[in-house]
């Protein structure tokens, strides 16, 4: 399994930009599909984005397409750049890593970072 850390998270103006980093150990990167959820108080989580083991297809949820970019490096890192950021993007975000498959349901992410604080203020 491989293990993973999220950093970057913060308080943010509405309209304003962050950039999610997860950091994944383990020689097998590579063969991880990843993909960023959240959660929201309250609220289940939910997919943001995914991104294929060799970024040639990208995914995302509706509410974030056109704001959201998810992005991977041969260094063993997931990214999320995130903007024009609203104040219901403020969740804990959450980097997940599977192995295989295809689709974005968070059941079949096998490994969980321990997710980091997004807060938009308006």
């Known amino acids: 399994q491989v293990q993973l850390k999220e950093s970057g998270g913060g308080l943010v103006q509405a309209g304003g930009s962050l950039r999610l980093s997860c950091a994944a150990s383990?020689?097998?990167?590579?063969?991880?599909?990843m993909a960023w959820f959240r959660q929201a108080p309250g609220k289940e989580r939910e997919f943001v984005g995914g991104?294929?083991?060799?970024?040639?297809?990208k995914y995302y949820a509706d509410s974030v397409k056109g704001r959201f970019l998810i992005s991977r490096d041969n260094a063993n890192n997931v990214y999320l750049q995130m903007n024009s950021l609203k104040p219901e993007d403020t969740a804990v975000y959450y980097c997940?890593?599977?192995?295989?498959?295809?689709?974005?349901?968070?059941?079949?992410?096998?490994?969980w970072g321990q997710g980091t604080q997004v807060t938009v203020s308006s």
């Open positions: 383990g020689r097998t990167f590579s063969t991880y599909v």
């Open positions: 997940a890593a599977r192995f295989g498959g295809t689709t974005m349901d968070a059941q079949d992410f096998g490994s």
């Open positions: 991104i294929s083991r060799n970024s040639d297809y």
